[in-house]
Structure formats: C-alpha cells, structure tokens
C-alpha cells in the first residue's frame, strides 16, 4: 500500500478482556516498530522488528503485552487482560531498513472502559 | 538515561509571526534527531531529519537546527498560518539504535491565529 495502515482505527473493550490490533506496512519495509501514546505525552517505544523476528522488545511494559509479525509483513500487537490504563492511542511504523527513515501509520486508539 | 525535554508545552502566536520550538536532550550522545507534526487524532508526519554529520536541515519555511554539544534542537517556521496549528515533536535516535527506535519529547502544541 501507500503507507502503513492501522487497523481499527478505534476499540473499545471492557477491562480485561483481549484485543488485538493490526498494523499492515509499507511494502517491502522490512523493519516494523510499535509505539504507545497516552494523552498529552510523546510517543513510547514498545518492540520492533527486523523480518519476522522481533529485534528488540525492551519498551514492553508487561507480559499482557506481545507482537507478533510470522510472514515479515502484517504485525499484529496483541494484550491480554486489558487494563484502563492501556487506554491509549497505538502506533505503528515501518522503514526500508534498521538505518532509514520510519514512517508511521494513523494509529489505532484504544479505549478500555 | 536520555530525557527529551520540549518547552513551552503550548504556544499561540497571530498568523505571519515566525514560530521558535526548542528542544533539549540530556545526553549527547545522539544519532539522528527527528521533528514530527501530529494533527489531532492523526498519526505522526516527518517534518525533518538531521543526520549525525549535520548541523541543520531546510524544507520550505521550516528550518531546524542541531547542536549536540549543548543538547539542543530549534525548529524554526518562518512566517507561520493557520494551517501550522499541530502538536510538533522532537525525537532523538541513540547511536547503536535502529532509526526506527525513536525517543520523543512530549510535544509543543502549537495555535496559529488569523
């Protein structure tokens, strides 16, 4: 596609349930990174990929929390028992490679009611 | 641990002022520095990227400028419109990082009146 696409674009889900939101990269991009935003703040680093294997996973705040990405393109980020303070919008990002520019994508905003 | 500082957190100037956004980063021990644009409920745009070697970049009325040593990024937007109005973000990339893994400021949010 075009650019990176995120889908939904919105969830709600009740506390503790489970969700999964879709990232879709440019084509060809090799690398994929997930990020959160809460309100007011910056986006945070959650885990990137270099293909299929996850390069780095550091900004995972739990182990509710985990991305997979099994064929080196479509990533999919998946919590587990959601919390309200998982409310937030989630943002994903592709580049060519490790060392070039990441484009990101519009975003998914969940909200955990 | 890297600290990505951006102030003021808000800012409202009329339409044609020039607009000054700074950011400052604790260590300078840095890659690349980035300036993003976020529209409301909108995903991030690149504005800038200046690379280890460079000092500043240019697109247009936007300038930013880089200084490591003293850990400070400005961005500059020349006679500013309505249409500047966003939340601008600074983003700085450690050496050993993959470009992609990008530490934010919290963001100015910028409001340009007509």
């Known amino acids: 596609g075009a650019g990176v696409s995120q889908t939904p674009s919105n969830k709600v889900t009740e506390k503790g349930k489970y969700v999964e939101l879709r990232c879709d990269p440019i084509?060809?991009?090799?690398?994929l990174y997930w990020y959160r935003q809460s309100l007011g703040q910056g986006p945070e680093f959650l885990i990137y990929?270099?293909?299929?294997?996850?390069?780095?996973d550091s900004g995972l705040p739990n182990d509710r929390f985990f991305a997979v990405r099994p064929e080196g393109s479509v990533s999919t980020l998946k919590i587990q028992r959601t919390e309200r303070g998982d409310s937030a919008v989630y943002l994903c990002?592709?580049?060519?490679?490790?060392?070039?520019?990441?484009?990101f994508g519009q975003g998914t905003r969940l909200t955990v009611v | 641990k890297q600290e990505v500082t951006q102030i003021p957190a808000a800012l409202s100037v009329p339409e044609g002022e020039n607009l000054v956004l700074n950011c400052s980063f604790t260590?300078?021990?840095?890659?690349?520095l980035q300036w993003f644009r976020q529209d409301p409920g909108k995903g991030l745009t690149s504005l800038l990227l200046i690379q280890s070697s460079q000092r500043e970049q240019t697109s247009g009325r936007l300038n930013a400028s880089l200084d490591k040593s003293s850990g400070r990024s400005t961005l500059y937007i020349a006679a500013s419109q309505p249409g500047d109005s966003a939340t601008y973000l600074c983003a700085v990339i450690r050496p050993t990082d993959s470009w992609g893994k990008l530490q934010f400021g919290a963001g100015t949010q910028v409001v340009v009146t007509p």
């Open positions: 084509s060809g991009h090799t690398a």
């Open positions: 990929f270099q293909g299929t294997g996850a390069a780095d």
């Open positions: 990002a592709s580049s060519l490679n490790e060392d070039s520019e990441a484009f």
């Open positions: 260590d300078s021990a840095i890659y690349n």
